[in-house]
């Protein structure tokens, strides 16, 4: 990548629904030339940008042994151990995850760039990465990507990412998780809209 001596690959993995799908962006870093033609299968940090998806995705069931966890969430520090579901609770503990919490919704809205999280969502990744320089180095970017649109929205962005890292919030708790009765019916078509179709046995679709 640009800025450091690593190598960079971003594989992606698109819905089939042109608006309001869902976009999975498989990121590697590594320090040697990555020829990978396939999706993480264990990542190290996992950002989730709608909370929303923790009820209707397995999010965070292949995140590696004290990985991160970025969750987008208008819920505060306090009201995570009642929303958060217990599948995702398990795994944090499990695993020792660390947990970071961030409404850039609310950033980008306090920034004057309603509905904008791409660069503030950016900056925590980067960050929490060790980018080097990272403010600096997003800073150049979107003076690139904007330079077209004038000083307002330029310094909009840059306030975005400076409220970003300064409202970022690491949780540091053990979660309560609930026992729970769980009835499992597999249907093909609620396995598929919960993106567990690659799993799916070729029996199963008969």
Known sequence: GNGTDKFVQSYNQYDSKK?????????????KEINAPFYVTMPGIVVC??????????MINDIKENGIFVLNTT?????????????????????NVKLYIIDADKIALDAGIK????????MVIM???????????????????????GDEVINANKKAITLA??????????????????????????????????????????
């Open 75 to 95: 819920k505060g520090r306090d009201e995570l151990d009642g929303f958060l579901p217990n599948k995702v609770k398990n795994v944090i503990n499990s695993k």
């Open 19 to 31: 608006s309001g799908g869902v976009t999975i962006c498989n990121l590697r870093i590594n320090d």
């Open 115 to 122: 509905g904008k999280i791409s660069k503030i969502m950016q």
């Open 49 to 58: 940008t709608k909370d929303e998806y923790l009820f209707k995705f397995d």
């Open 127 to 149: 960050s929490l990465l060790d980018y080097p320089d990272a403010m600096e180095v997003i800073s150049k970017s979107i003076e690139k990507q904007f330079a077209t649109k």
């Open 165 to 206: 890292m300064e409202n970022l919030v690491l949780v540091d708790t053990e979660f309560t998780v609930v026992e729970e009765d769980v009835k499992i019916e597999k249907n093909i078509f609620d396995e598929i809209n919960a993106r567990r179709g690659d799993d799916l046995k070729v029996s199963e679709l008969v």
